[in-house]
Protein backbone atom coordinates (compact mmCIF):
# COMPACT_ATOMS: atom_id res chain seq x y z
CA UNK A 1 0.00 0.00 0.00
CA UNK A 2 2.90 1.95 0.49
CA UNK A 3 4.38 1.63 -2.66
CA UNK A 4 1.25 2.15 -4.17
CA UNK A 5 0.57 5.66 -2.27
CA UNK A 6 4.28 6.78 -2.85
CA UNK A 7 4.07 6.06 -6.47
CA UNK A 8 0.52 7.90 -6.34
CA UNK A 9 2.21 10.96 -5.44
CA UNK A 10 5.31 10.52 -7.64
CA UNK A 11 2.73 10.75 -10.63
CA UNK A 12 0.94 13.31 -9.79
CA UNK A 13 4.19 15.59 -8.87
CA UNK A 14 6.05 15.17 -12.21
CA UNK A 15 2.69 16.12 -14.15
CA UNK A 16 2.48 18.81 -11.95
CA UNK A 17 6.20 20.03 -12.61
CA UNK A 18 5.35 19.54 -16.60
CA UNK A 19 2.82 21.93 -16.65
CA UNK A 20 4.27 24.30 -15.03
CA UNK A 21 7.09 24.79 -17.11
CA UNK A 22 6.98 27.18 -19.66
CA UNK A 23 9.05 27.09 -23.18
CA UNK A 24 11.05 29.80 -24.03
CA UNK A 25 10.25 30.58 -27.68
CA UNK A 26 12.66 33.82 -27.51
CA UNK A 27 15.18 32.10 -29.33
CA UNK A 28 13.28 30.95 -32.56
CA UNK A 29 12.87 33.03 -35.83
CA UNK A 30 9.61 34.37 -37.22
CA UNK A 31 8.29 32.22 -39.49
CA UNK A 32 7.40 32.54 -43.11
CA UNK A 33 7.94 35.41 -45.28
CA UNK A 34 6.24 39.18 -46.06
CA UNK A 35 4.97 39.32 -49.22
CA UNK A 36 2.94 42.50 -49.73
CA UNK A 37 2.38 43.70 -46.08
CA UNK A 38 1.45 40.08 -45.41
CA UNK A 39 3.08 37.32 -43.66
CA UNK A 40 2.25 33.56 -45.36
CA UNK A 41 2.96 30.58 -43.44
CA UNK A 42 3.22 27.33 -45.06
CA UNK A 43 1.66 24.58 -43.16
CA UNK A 44 1.57 20.81 -43.69
CA UNK A 45 -0.15 18.20 -41.82
CA UNK A 46 0.80 14.35 -41.70
CA UNK A 47 0.17 11.50 -39.41
CA UNK A 48 -0.83 13.92 -36.33
CA UNK A 49 1.38 16.57 -36.60
CA UNK A 50 1.99 19.99 -38.50
CA UNK A 51 4.90 21.18 -40.15
CA UNK A 52 6.43 23.61 -38.39
CA UNK A 53 4.82 23.04 -34.96
CA UNK A 54 5.43 26.16 -33.78
CA UNK A 55 5.07 29.25 -35.65
CA UNK A 56 6.54 32.84 -34.85
CA UNK A 57 4.60 36.23 -35.62
CA UNK A 58 4.46 39.77 -34.52
CA UNK A 59 1.95 41.35 -32.32
CA UNK A 60 -0.77 42.82 -35.09
CA UNK A 61 0.82 41.48 -38.42
CA UNK A 62 -1.71 39.72 -41.59
CA UNK A 63 -1.01 36.81 -41.07
CA UNK A 64 -1.84 33.68 -44.10
CA UNK A 65 -2.25 30.31 -43.76
CA UNK A 66 -1.72 28.08 -46.28
CA UNK A 67 -2.69 24.62 -45.10
CA UNK A 68 -2.35 21.32 -47.07
CA UNK A 69 -2.23 17.87 -45.82
CA UNK A 70 -0.10 14.73 -46.99
CA UNK A 71 -2.33 11.72 -45.59
CA UNK A 72 -5.91 12.62 -45.24
CA UNK A 73 -8.03 15.33 -44.08
CA UNK A 74 -6.88 17.76 -41.27
CA UNK A 75 -7.77 21.08 -39.68
CA UNK A 76 -5.92 23.59 -38.42
CA UNK A 77 -7.68 25.20 -35.77
CA UNK A 78 -6.85 28.49 -33.34
CA UNK A 79 -9.69 28.62 -31.13
CA UNK A 80 -8.84 31.87 -29.16
CA UNK A 81 -9.13 33.75 -32.23
CA UNK A 82 -12.13 31.92 -34.09
CA UNK A 83 -9.62 30.69 -36.94
CA UNK A 84 -10.12 27.20 -38.30
CA UNK A 85 -9.15 25.88 -41.94
CA UNK A 86 -10.00 21.92 -43.35
CA UNK A 87 -7.81 20.35 -46.01
CA UNK A 88 -8.08 17.18 -47.89
CA UNK A 89 -5.19 15.58 -49.89
CA UNK A 90 -5.02 17.16 -52.81
CA UNK A 91 -6.91 20.34 -52.05
CA UNK A 92 -5.04 22.91 -49.69
CA UNK A 93 -6.51 25.73 -47.75
CA UNK A 94 -5.85 29.30 -47.18
CA UNK A 95 -7.36 31.75 -44.64
CA UNK A 96 -5.76 35.58 -42.96
CA UNK A 97 -6.16 36.31 -39.47
CA UNK A 98 -4.76 39.24 -37.70
CA UNK A 99 -1.72 38.18 -35.07
CA UNK A 100 -3.78 38.49 -31.62
CA UNK A 101 -2.22 40.04 -28.81
CA UNK A 102 1.47 38.45 -27.49
CA UNK A 103 0.92 35.35 -26.13
CA UNK A 104 0.78 31.29 -26.79
CA UNK A 105 -2.29 30.29 -28.82
CA UNK A 106 -2.68 26.40 -29.18
CA UNK A 107 -3.02 24.59 -32.96
CA UNK A 108 -5.50 21.36 -32.97
CA UNK A 109 -6.80 19.51 -35.55
CA UNK A 110 -10.39 20.23 -35.95
CA UNK A 111 -11.13 17.12 -37.93
CA UNK A 112 -11.33 13.70 -37.07
CA UNK A 113 -8.58 12.01 -38.53
CA UNK A 114 -7.66 9.08 -36.71
CA UNK A 115 -6.05 7.67 -33.39
CA UNK A 116 -3.60 10.11 -32.59
CA UNK A 117 -6.17 12.87 -33.22
CA UNK A 118 -6.40 14.64 -29.81
CA UNK A 119 -2.40 14.32 -30.02
CA UNK A 120 -2.22 16.30 -33.17
CA UNK A 121 -1.36 20.42 -31.95
CA UNK A 122 1.00 23.03 -32.57
CA UNK A 123 1.97 26.38 -30.94
CA UNK A 124 1.18 29.96 -32.33
CA UNK A 125 3.66 31.85 -30.79
CA UNK A 126 3.05 35.74 -30.89
CA UNK A 127 5.25 38.20 -30.04
Known amino acids: MKKLIFLFTFIIS????????????????????????????EVESFRYS?????????????????????????????????????????????GDFIAPKSGIYEITCSVFCGSGHKKMTGRLVVR
Open 14 to 41: MLSFATTQKMDYSSYNLSGEIISGVRII
Open 50 to 94: YSPSIIVVNNGEKIRIKFSTGDTEHGFKISEINFDLKAKKGKPAE
